[in-house]
């Protein structure tokens, strides 16, 4: 593993957890098969909606709350929200999601967390 970058940075930049050089993915959110670098196989690798869940939490929910109290306090027209609310919410929803996904990708690498399957012996 690249010494010089923590796991946490791997992620956020979209760099193999390994190496710290190869890419995560090709296009914008579509997971590689491989490391171009390294080599090693992303096939560990499923944030499932984890990414989504965050950029809801962090992001969308308070952008909602933004656009409602904007409806009540001001009874905005529709093109004020159109201005204000809905570039804040394609702002806070978009561009953190590649940058979460890399993140909890890295994590399940570090973590080694990968799915259970039923031929598995606990013990």
């Known amino acids: 593993m690249n010494n010089d970058m923590p796991i946490w940075k791997t992620g956020l ?10 890419h995560l993915f090709y296009g914008f959110l579509t997971l590689r098969k491989q490391c171009e670098v390294c080599g090693l196989d992303y096939g560990f690798a499923d944030p499932a909606d984890g990414p989504a869940f965050f950029v809801m939490m962090i992001g969308c929910v308070p952008v909602v709350v933004f656009g409602l109290w ?14 204000t609310t809905l570039p804040l919410l394609l702002l806070t929803c978009i561009p953190p999601l590649r940058p979460i996904k890399g993140w909890l990708v890295a994590l399940q690498y570090r973590s080694k967390a990968e799915e259970s399957r039923a031929d598995q012996r606990i013990g």
Do not use: D
């Open 13 to 22: 930049l979209g760099k193999c957890p390994h190496c710290g050089e190869g």
């Open 70 to 83: 904007l409806e009540v306090a001001f009874r905005a027209p529709i093109w004020v929200h159109l201005v």
